[in-house]
């Protein structure tokens, strides 16, 4: 590829990126420039991935098209202001939680900005990218980020109306599993079995269950009835998830965390 990649931030999800580009030989190294305002970690990427860093956000938008924008949401707007205007021709991809194309637009004019959730699994190139085109973004943007996604898992488009439920259920969705994994352990444990056990008894089941359901024809709804059998151990613990409401406090708290990526970008 001929392009020169451009990455502010070096956080988890920068260097999620930069290791799936460069495993996947989507490009070079030397065609990747990034940027942190965090030395330490500007350092770390650039003594593990031999990436070359920019000393400043400007020279990196200067230098670089597409530029992938992954920092937090706070601090958007202050690395936007260090932007060259007009951007010209360059494609903006950002990966900010909670932030739309609109305040992306509204800083650096009629530029092309294409909005993506990533999801932590990215990291072994594992994870799922949810994909939203803004107002100028063409064609041929949308495929400049898909490439480049998936290198990192799979990836798909929606509207951008919905990139709030979908940070609720894919962006947050690795931590709600860990919790259960977590659970599991715990609960292992207190029913007397080692946590080297607990610990394989839980993980394996869990990537088994993933595994099973990723293949199979039949639904998750199908597979977990098939699983419950009529008066068994399963129902025992399912009847209590049904007295307690937990199919409630799962709803409220989904809800609540796209709530609360609407007002990310509200501020």
């Known amino acids: ?42 350092a770390f990427v650039r003594s593990r991935f031999k990436a070359s860093i920019c000393s400043t956000n400007s020279q990196l938008f200067d230098r670089c098209d597409p530029i992938i924008i992954a920092v937090k949401p ?10 060259h205007l007009p951007l010209r021709d360059k494609l903006v991809i950002s990966v900010c939680a909670g932030i739309g194309t609109r305040l992306f637009e509204r800083i650096l004019g009629k530029v092309a900005v294409v909005r993506v959730m990533p999801n ?26 898909f490439s480049i996604f998936s290198c990192v898992g799979e990836v798909v488009e929606i ?23 977590e659970k599991l352990i715990d609960a292992a444990e207190e029913l007397g079995i080692s946590r080297n056990i607990a610990q394989r008894l839980a993980i394996k089941t869990a990537l088994g269950s993933a595994s099973l359901l990723n293949k199979s024809e039949e639904d998750a709804q199908v597979l977990r009835r098939k699983v419950t059998s009529k008066g068994g151990t399963t129902q025992a613990a399912f009847a209590v998830f049904q007295r307690r409401g937990l199919e409630g406090i799962l709803n409220a708290a989904f809800k609540a965390a796209a709530k609360r990526s609407k007002e990310l970008e509200a501020k």
């Open 1 to 42: 590829m001929k392009m020169k990649i451009g990455i502010i931030g070096c956080g988890n999800m920068g260097q999620a990126l930069l290791s799936g580009i460069l495993a996947e030989g989507y490009t070079h190294k030397s065609n990747i420039l990034c940027s942190d305002r965090d030395k330490k970690k500007a």
């Open 74 to 83: 706070s601090d958007v707007q202050a690395v936007l202001a260090e932007a």
């Open 120 to 145: 932590m699994p990215a990291r072994i190139g594992e994870g799922i990218s949810a994909v939203a085109l803004g107002r100028f973004a063409k064609e041929r943007d949308k495929k400049v980020t």
């Open 159 to 181: 509207k951008e109306r919905l990139m709030d439920a979908v940070t609720a259920i894919s962006g947050s969705g690795p931590a709600y599993f860990f919790y259960l994994v």
